[in-house]
C-alpha cells in the first residue's frame, strides 16, 4: 500500500479520516492536526507566556515535542510526585527532551515542598483523587506565581471523550461546562490549553516511536484504581466498530456544550495561600493541611 501523499510504502493506516501513510507523512498529519486545534480553538496567542507541564509519559512529552517544532516558546514544568523509582524514570525522561529540544525545564518535588510524597498521605480520600487536585493546584500556582499566562497539558482524544462521556453518565453539568480544549483564565486561575484534544492515544505513541521519544511507558502504581480506565475501554469498542466516533462526539460536544450552564460559586481568597476558594480554605490548602503558602517565585 502506498502513502496517500508520495510514493514511499505507508506505514500506517489511520481508519478515520481513512488514509494510509508513510512515517514523515503520518508525523505531518498529527503536527498539522496540533496546529489546526490551536488556530481553531486560539489556543495560543501572541504575546502569551506559556508554559507546557510535563509528566514523562508519551502525551506531554510529544506535546513539547511538537509545539517545539511549531516554532512555539515555551518553558516545561515536571511535577516530581515521589513515587518511588517510577517518579525518577519520569523525571529522567522529561529532563532529556528538555535538555535535547534547548528549552528550560523546572522540577518541583512534591516530597520536599509537602513532606510527604503521593501515596504517602494516611487518608480515606482515593490516591489519585489527591494527587490530581496537587498537580492542579502546583501548575497553577506555579504559573500565577511566575507571570506565565497559560499552561498546556498533554490529555488527549481518549482522556477526553472518556471524561465528558462519564460526566454525562452521572450529569455532572458543572464539570461539562468547563471541559473542551480551551479554559480561558479567570481571576488568579491562569487560562489552561489541551493542544493534542483531536489526537489519539495510539497515533501519540506511535509519533513518540517514529520521532524516538523516550518516554515512560511503565504505569503508575495506582493507575489501576482510576475509574476513567473502563469509560475508555467502553468507547474503544464503540470505535472500533465505528471509526470516528469519539472524534465525532467531542466535536457534537463542543458544538452544543453551551447548554450545560456552569454554576456560579462566589468565590473568594484562600485565607491561607489567597488564591480563589469556595470556603475559608482551598481544597489544596485543606489537604495537605498548610499553614503558610507555597511560593513558586
Ligand atoms: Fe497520580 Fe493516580 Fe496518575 Fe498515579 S495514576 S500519577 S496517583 S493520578
Ligand atoms: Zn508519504
Ligand atoms: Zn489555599
Redesign the pocket.
Given at each position: 500500500m502506498k502513502c496517500k501523499f508520495c510514493n514511499k510504502e505507508a506505514e500506517v493506516t489511520i481508519r478515520y479520516p481513512r488514509m494510509h501513510l508513510c512515517e514523515n507523512h503520518f508525523k505531518e498529519y498529527c503536527e498539522n492536526r496540533v496546529k489546526n486545534v490551536i488556530d481553531k480553538h486560539r489556543l495560543i496567542e501572541k504575546d502569551e507566556k506559556l508554559l507546557v507541564a510535563v509528566?514523562g509519559g508519551k502525551d506531554s512529552l510529544v506535546l513539547a515535542y511538537i509545539l517545539n517544532k511549531l516554532g512555539y516558546e515555551f518553558e516545561g514544568l515536571h511535577i516530581d510526585?515521589g513515587?518511588e523509582d517510577y517518579s525518577e524514570m519520569c523525571k529522567k525522561s522529561s529532563k532529556k527532551i528538555f535538555s535535547e529540544i534547548g528549552l528550560p525545564l523546572h522540577i518541583v518535588k512534591i516530597k520536599k515542598l509537602l513532606g510527604r510524597g503521593?501515596?504517602e498521605v494516611k487518608t480515606r480520600r482515593p490516591?489519585?483523587s489527591y494527587?490530581?487536585l496537587t498537580?492542579r493546584y502546583i501548575m497553577n500556582k506555579f504559573a500565577y506565581d511566575n507571570g506565565f499566562t497559560t499552561v498546556a497539558t498533554g490529555h488527549n482524544l481518549d482522556d477526553e471523550s472518556a471524561f465528558v462521556f462519564s460526566n454525562i453518565l452521572h450529569w455532572n453539568i458543572d464539570y461539562l461546562s468547563k471541559q473542551g480544549p480551551l479554559l480561558e483564565a479567570e481571576d488568579k486561575f491562569v487560562k489552561k490549553i489541551k493542544p493534542l484534544y483531536e489526537l489519539r492515544d495510539k497515533e501519540i505513541s506511535l509519533y513518540a516511536s517514529f520521532a524516538k521519544i523516550e518516554h515512560v511507558t511503565k504505569?503508575?502504581?495506582?493507575?489501576r484504581g482510576?475509574t476513567s480506565i473502563k469509560y475508555k475501554k467502553f468507547l474503544d469498542i464503540l470505535e472500533k466498530d465505528n471509526p470516528g466516533i469519539k472524534l465525532n462526539f467531542i466535536r457534537g460536544f463542543l458544538r452544543n456544550r453551551k447548554i450545560f450552564k456552569k454554576k456560579d460559586f462566589e468565590l473568594r481568597e484562600c485565607e491561607i495561600c489567597g488564591m480563589p476558594s469556595q470556603g475559608k480554605k482551598c481544597a489544596f490548602c485543606r489537604f495537605w493541611r498548610l499553614k503558610e503558602p507555597l511560593m513558586f517565585q
Open positions: 509528566s510526585l513515587i503521593i501515596g490516591v489519585c494527587c490530581g498537580k504505569k503508575c502504581k495506582y493507575a482510576a
